[in-house]
């Protein structure tokens, strides 16, 4: 079965800083990886998505994913976060070719952007 | 219109009380979801919906019956829940598969 684990739970930066969100997933086959944010009093939103392809993906305000296979990751980075980037940040798993999968989201991350 | 809209916003109900949520997209988008989401959790699925079809039940108590009338509704109704059902509802559409899902607002549940 898959798994996701994202393992801070809650990450608080000044403004300017570097972002990095770690995400791990567990599945033996081919998967599609996503990262959602939920901006306070939103609903969620697609950030970006990995299917296939080159493994560096950009998303929507200036995010990044990079998957590593070997390492079963599929971190989140931003080079300089703003307040606005205050969201909880979930990432997601698909197992492809798979009549029974469905996607499976990780606990989420809490960011905090101090200005 | 990329919308999915969600009604209603808010619900309060006692636990005897029978109500449903509205869920309803314009996309053309051939499968829709049911997630519930606690407080500071991840979204939980509930139920997939694919053609108008029931396609996953995720062992979800017969309380919470979901249903399909066409392909830009979906429905929630609820009939004695209990405390701990109150959470956020949320629906989602895609395409067709897990390719990219578009989630609605919400409807924050509390049951008393």
């Known amino acids: 079965a898959q798994s996701v684990s994202q393992h801070n739970h809650h990450v608080i930066l000044s403004e300017a800083a570097s972002l990095e969100l770690g995400c791990n997933y567990s599945y033996g086959g081919t998967v599609n990886l996503f990262w959602y944010v939920q901006y306070p009093g939103q609903h969620l939103q697609l950030l970006l998505k990995?299917?296939?392809?080159?493994?560096l993906v950009k998303g929507i305000k200036g995010f990044e994913a990079e998957f590593i296979k070997s390492k079963f990751s599929f971190n989140l980075r931003k080079p300089s976060v703003q307040w606005s980037d205050t969201a909880e940040y979930f990432c997601a798993v698909n197992a492809r070719h798979s009549s029974a999968s469905k996607i499976i989201f990780g606990s989420g991350t809490r960011l905090s952007i101090r200005p | 219109d990329t919308e999915v809209t969600q009604t209603p916003k808010h619900l309060v109900m006692g636990m005897t009380n029978k109500k449903s949520l509205k869920c309803e997209q314009h996309m053309g988008h051939r499968a829709m979801y049911w997630y519930k989401q606690k407080a500071k959790k991840p979204p939980e699925l509930m139920f997939v919906?694919?053609?108008?079809?029931?396609?996953i039940n995720e062992s979800v108590p017969s309380r919470f019956s979901p249903e399909c009338p066409n392909s830009s509704l979906l429905n929630l109704h609820l009939h004695a829940l209990q405390p701990e059902d109150s959470a956020l509802y949320l629906c989602?559409?895609?395409?067709?598969?897990?390719?990219?899902?578009?989630f609605g607002p919400g409807t924050r549940l509390t049951v008393l």
């Open positions: 919906y694919s053609y108008e079809k029931l396609s």
């Open positions: 990995y299917f296939s392809g080159d493994p």
């Open positions: 989602a559409s895609s395409q067709l598969g897990w390719e990219r899902q578009f």
